[in-house]
Every structure is written in structure tokens, then in C-alpha cells.
């Protein structure tokens, strides 16, 4: 072999390991680009799933997308849902503050047939967020309670199992009263934030606070205020506010709600405060008003059963007294059969605690607060809207004046509630009950 042959195969070998050398080193960076890859997915899939903006329908297909490099295959796409729950996530049990705006739902607990309620979209944006850890039996959820269509909040607390950042959480093992490290609250995550980007308009978390394991939303709660709103007109502000006052205390209100005798065998509640006071607003010289009621816990609408005869007194269709006679349930053992008062004016003002300490972040209060008062605006612009058209409406004639005195029909003459039909009592509640048994 000729010594030119020996240098170009020499060469050749030489070119060769080069080449080999340096796809070791390609191979080598690759790997490492598809490790980052690889992570930086995972991060931004978990960022979108805290934020609350992927459901788990669309985190599998941009996996997919991600994985094929966005490429079209042609192929139909199979939607592979993905549970709502994350049960092999750190988790901690919360309570969370809620407010919600009742025009729309058909009351706050689900176990009806009828729908929205509040507490179905409430889990919906548990769902959508991924939150769950479980369903709602085996996240040990409580109520603290059960208002009825077209009743509004801005305090009802609620307790449940939630994904968690932190690995152990004091909290977990906690009793009532203990507390809580301060780095279990700032790293963790921010359930108001997350859960209001899906929450309807109407419904809101304005507070989070770590709970005990032997907390009860609905057991656990030392007192309730209720608040409903009312336009002064003529009523006697001082009477109702007089007799308003003979609820404080512990009676039997069985007179003064609707009677479930199948789950409710105790009728006596306690009530701490009663005031009447007047608000910011009126119209046209009339003054907004509002009840507030405190009291460890409530009847079925027995806030509403206690305003309406309150305002049968306000009017002076009652007297004063009427309330300590329908108070006495041995003398009066049966309701007088009455309306209550329009749910819509009702607000659950707050639910109390003890041990329970609510936080926000300030980026959640901000957007809180913006949301209100937009939602503020709104509303007033609808009220000016129709302050306008009363101003436009056409005047009256004489004419049309007197005809129209004389078409209207007489309000029906008020029937004294001792006088009226009664409602079975307990007893004989139970009696009918048993014997369908």
C-alpha cells in the first residue's frame, strides 16, 4: 500500500472519531433540552391548573399537542376526561368564607331536585380548579347554613378537604383554638384567588382559614346574624323595635317557623341581640331600614316568620303583645296560619367562630373589591334607568285620576291571627307521621 493510501485512511479514521465524538456530545445535549422540555411543561400545565383555567379535558390535549409538536395528525381526537379530584395530592382541611347574591339560586344546599344552587356551583369551581381531593362525603364537607331560594350571604362558611402546597400541616392533627404557623398560610395556595376566576358573578370566596379536624362548619358555630332590609313607609319603627325585643332569650319559636317534624323535635332557640336601625339609602324621602338578628342558630324560616309579624305590628293590624302569647306555646299550641315575609330582603350576615382566623391575599382582596364595585355600578345605573322612567311617566288627568280611584280594589281587611285558621302541632305532626310508618 502506497504511503498516499495510508495518510487518506488515516484521515478518514481521524474525520470518523471526530464525528463520532461529537454526536455523543449532540446526543448528550439533547437529552438535557428534553429534561428542560420536559419540565418546563409540567410547571406550566400545574400553573394553569392553580390558576384555575384548564379543566382536565384540556390538559390532556395540550399533553398531546405538546408531545407531537402541535402538528395536525388528521386523526380524530379522543377526549379522555380526567376526575375532578386529586387524591394523591397533600391536602388540608380550610374553611372558606362565602358570599353569594340568592336572586337566582334555588337556595344554598344542593340535596334538592332543582338547580343552580349555590352549593353545586361552589363544587363545580372545586372541579374546575382541581382542588378536590375527594367527593364531597369523603372531604368531611359541613355547612354552616341552609338558606332558602332568593336568601343572600355575605358571611356562610363552609369546611372541606382541599389540595394543599404544604406537606404536613399542623392544622391536620389541630384542635379547636390551637395555631397555626405562618408559612402554612403565605405558601400556600391561594384558594380565593383561584376559586373566584371561576366563580360565577354572583357568588364569591371572600375568605380562607386553616380548620381542626373536629371542626363543624354547621356544629361548630357559636352564633348566626341575620340581617333584612325593609323601606320604613308608616310603620311604627318604635313598636316593632319593642316587641322585637321579647324574642331575646331562649324560647320555643315553633310558632314562628315552618315545622319539620319528621328531622326537628327541638324548638327552642336562643337569641342573643335584636336592634332595628336605619341605612344610607332612601328614595324619594323613604328610609331603608334593617332588622339585625343574632342567635346561636335558626328554625326553618323562622327569621322570616318573626319579620312578618313584626310588620303586622309595625302596620298596628297586632299588638305588641302578640308576640309573648305566640311565644307561649301551652297557651297557643297551634300557628295561626300567616305569610311570611319576602325572602329576597334576607341576608346571612355572619357566621362566628371560634379559633377561625379568615385570610386573603392582597392580589384576591383587590380583585374582591374591584368586582363589588363594579357590581355596585351596575346596579345603581339599572336603579337610575328606572328612576328615569318613573319621572317620564305621563301625568295623571282628574279624569283619569278619579276613574282610576274608583277601579281600584280595597286592600282585604286584616284578619286578627287569633282569629285565623290554625297549623297541626307537633304532636299531632308526629301522630301522622308514625301511623304512616
Known sequence: MSEAKQELISSLQSQLEALQNRVKELEADNAKLLSKLSLCRCEKIEDKVHDGVEDGTTLVEENRKTESGGCKTGKKKVKEKMSGTLNHHFKRYVALKVMYFGQRFYGFASDG?????????????????????????????????????GVSSVGQVIAIYLRSNIKECNTNNASMGETVQEEQI??????????????????????????????????????????????????????????????????????????????????????????????????????????????????????????????????????????????DTNGIPRKPQYNMAPEIPLVLQSCDFDGLKFTCSLDAGHDLRLHLRNECQVYQLQAAIFHEALLNCLPLANDQNSLRNGMVKKKASHIPLFSRPTEPTYEERRAKLDSRK
Not at 331575646?248 to 336601625?277: L, P, Q, W
Open 186 to 327: 403565605e405558601d400556600e395556595i391561594d384558594y380565593v384567588r383561584v376559586l373566584n376566576r371561576v366563580l360565577p358573578k354572583d357568588i364569591r370566596v371572600m375568605g380562607w382559614s386553616p380548620a381542626p379536624t373536629d371542626f363543624s362548619a354547621r356544629f361548630s358555630c357559636i352564633s348566626r346574624k341575620y340581617k333584612y332590609f325593609f323601606w320604613r313607609e308608616n310603620l311604627n319603627l318604635s313598636a316593632m323595635e319593642s316587641a322585637g325585643k321579647k324574642f331575646v332569650g331562649e324560647h320555643d319559636f315553633r310558632n314562628f317557623c315552618k315545622m319539620d317534624a319528621a328531622n326537628v323535635h327541638n324548638y327552642k332557640r336562643h337569641v342573643t341581640s335584636f336592634e332595628i336601625s336605619p341605612c344610607y339609602i332612601s328614595f324619594e324621602g323613604n328610609q331603608l331600614c334593617a332588622i339585625k338578628i343574632r342567635g346561636s342558630a335558626f328554625l326553618w324560616h323562622q327569621v322570616r316568620c318573626m319579620v312578618a309579624v313584626l310588620f303586622m305590628i309595625g302596620q298596628g293590624l297586632e299588638s305588641i303583645d302578640v308576640i309573648e302569647s305566640l311565644l
Open 113 to 149: 331536585n332543582m338547580e343552580p344552587t349555590v352549593e353545586s356551583e361552589i363544587f363545580k369551581a372545586l372541579e374546575k380548579t382541581r382542588l378536590l381531593v375527594a367527593d364531597k362525603k369523603e372531604s368531611h364537607y359541613s355547612r354552616c347554613g341552609r338558606t332558602d331560594k
